[in-house]
């Protein structure tokens, strides 16, 4: 018997043979890659932290006055910072870490449903008062205490010192070879649970150093750095691959 097979047939009939080999062969690819990878290689994350205590700070004050007229508001803003650095020196602030910016005006205008009239109603004046100090503790206290400059009526803002570490250099290279212990204790024992042995390091790649406060436990991909505390934790994460065998 002469078998009648439609040419259309035998292309849908050729392509689903060809899938059905392509499918397995690839799975075949597949099943082995994955074993390959999983009991050639093995990737852990390492982390070691260590406290520090910031030793310099900076702190800015923002004076700011406002009156009919420039001229006023410069000398009024002049005053502020007159008391503000009194403040400072008189509370144990070294003259020659305070620091002055350039002062800055601009014309308060009148607004009606949203649109400028062209009328001022004000000129406003501000200028910084800078301090630049290892003696975080004196600027803290000062920080802390300056609502008594504040009922005097002077207009000074203060946003709080910014605490910094000045020896993060020195404290990456012992974090990060105890990261490196860290990770290689948590490869032994994840390939130890499998009956596999722990080889040479493949591949490191290190992590941004998180500067945080002791409590948080805030990260960024990128690196955080808390300027908020006196106090800090500094971390550092490393990620390892390590070769492993039977």
Known sequence: MKLNVRPRQ????????????????AGSLMGNG??????N??????????????D???????AQESSPNVASAVKKVESTVAAASSYLTKGGV?????????????AIQQY?????????????????????SKDVNLVKKLSDGIGSLLATGVNVYNNGPQYYVSNLAALRPQLLADAMKDAKLRAESITG????????VLAVTSGPVQVTAPDSVDTSAGGMYDTATIPKTVTVTVSVSFKTSK
């Not at 310099?56 to 923002?62: C, H, Q, R």
């Not at 449903?113 to 800078?130: C, F, P, S």
């Open 41 to 54: 290689a093995i990737t852990v994350t390492g982390s070691a932290k260590t406290s520090a205590t910031a």
């Open 112 to 132: 009606i449903n949203g649109n400028q009239t062209g009328k001022v109603l004000a000129y406003q004046a501000t200028q910084n008062v800078i301090v630049r």
């Open 193 to 200: 649970a499998v009956g596999s042995k722990l080889g040479a």
């Open 34 to 39: 994955f074993a390959a990878r999983s009991g």
């Open 10 to 25: 035998v292309v849908v009939i050729s392509s689903a043979l060809i899938l059905a080999l392509g499918i397995g062969f």
């Open 56 to 62: 310099n700070v900076v702190w800015t004050l923002m």
């Open 94 to 106: 070294d003259a020659a870490t305070i620091e002055t910016g350039a002062i800055g005006t601009y």
